[in-house]
């Protein structure tokens, strides 16, 4: 038998006015999307934006359906989008932040599994990494360097 460990590593900031300035103006373009998202049955608004290698930006906001598994997440609507408009070019640094009709939220909501998956099909495909900024409404933002350390363990395509 044999144990591996697995660590991660995140770097924390403590609001979003303590940001880079480029990563703040990306987090407020994911702000922006949060505010268009489409969340009438769980009322949990999520924005994210994507900075290109380019210089443009993609941004995406929650879409769900009545069919539950018909909806969308923020993070999957931008980065499908990117690779829809700008095949080819790298993703460099995607901002996240969620929002809630029924309470507060305060603390960093990183991706989903099934975004985390998504992202990480990127990134494997343009071999280099993407930052993840992410944060609530308020309050902390968390940077993880790559998807690899949300997802240290990550599915590609060399398994098939």
């Known amino acids: 038998m044999e144990n591996i460990t697995i660590t991660s590593t995140f770097t924390v900031y403590p609001s979003a006015d303590a940001l880079p300035a480029d990563v703040n103006a990306l987090m407020q373009q994911?702000?922006?999307a949060r505010n268009n998202?489409?969340?009438?049955?769980?009322?949990?608004?999520?924005?994210?934006?994507?900075?290109?290698e380019n210089g443009k930006v993609v941004i995406g906001s929650n879409q769900e359906n009545a069919?539950?598994?018909?909806?969308?997440?923020?993070?999957?609507?931008a980065i499908?989008?990117?690779?829809?408009?700008?095949?080819?070019?790298?993703?460099l640094k995607m901002a996240i932040t969620a929002a809630s009709k029924?309470?507060?939220?305060?603390?960093?909501i990183p991706p989903c599994g099934a975004c985390r998956q998504s992202i990480g099909e990127y990134e494997l495909k343009q071999q280099t990494p993407i930052e993840i900024w992410f944060m609530g409404e308020t309050g902390k933002v968390y940077l993880?360097?790559?998807?690899?350390?949300?997802?240290?363990?990550?599915?590609?395509?060399?398994?098939?």
Request: with cysteine; net charge positive.
């Open 67 to 77: 069919a539950y598994p018909s909806g969308l997440c923020a993070e999957r609507v």
């Open 37 to 52: 998202a489409y969340a009438p049955y769980s009322k949990f608004h999520v924005g994210a934006a994507l900075l290109l």
């Open 30 to 32: 994911a702000v922006g």
């Open 80 to 91: 499908f989008q990117a690779g829809a408009l700008y095949p080819g070019v790298k993703i």
């Open 144 to 160: 993880s360097e790559s998807l690899k350390n949300l997802l240290p363990m990550v599915f590609g395509s060399e398994y098939l």
């Open 102 to 108: 029924q309470k507060p939220v305060e603390s960093p």
